[in-house]
């Protein structure tokens, strides 16, 4: 099977900056899209930044210019650097990958665990 496994988060205060990390391993055999969401209190979840395996990357208009995401030369593990974060970037942020499984005909969407990122002053 497979497992996404996040760290990084924590407590800021405004204007600080966090390092999120989604370490994906089990029988991968092709890693496409990677991504992260977060889910702020009475929130539905959104999309946060996009990486495509061509690596053309995507971010929410609210977080433009501030985070970038990226992908280590494994390409295994995907980070979202936070700079100049707000009270309102307070969510648990997910990591999600589409990837194609050994053994398996078809990719599919897996989810991290979630972790907290709290912006306070």
């Known amino acids: 099977q497979v497992q996404l496994v996040e760290s990084g988060g924590g407590l800021v205060q405004p204007g600080g900056s966090l390092r999120l990390s989604c370490a994906a391993s089990?029988?991968?055999?092709?890693?496409?899209?990677m991504a992260w969401y977060r889910q702020g209190p009475g929130r539905e979840r959104e999309l946060v930044a996009q990486?495509?395996?061509?690596?053309?990357?995507n971010y929410a208009d609210s977080v433009k210019g501030r985070f970038t995401i990226s992908r280590s030369n494994a390409e295994s593990t995907v980070y979202l650097q936070m700079n100049s974060l707000k009270p309102e970037d307070t969510a648990v942020y997910y990591c999600?990958?589409?990837?194609?499984?050994?053994?398996?005909?078809?990719?599919?969407?897996?989810w991290g665990q979630g972790t907290q990122v709290t912006v306070f002053s």
């Open positions: 999600n990958v589409h990837m194609l499984l050994h053994g398996h005909l078809f990719g599919a969407d897996y």
């Open positions: 089990g029988s991968i055999l092709k890693i496409n899209t």
């Open positions: 990486l495509t395996s061509g690596g053309t990357t």
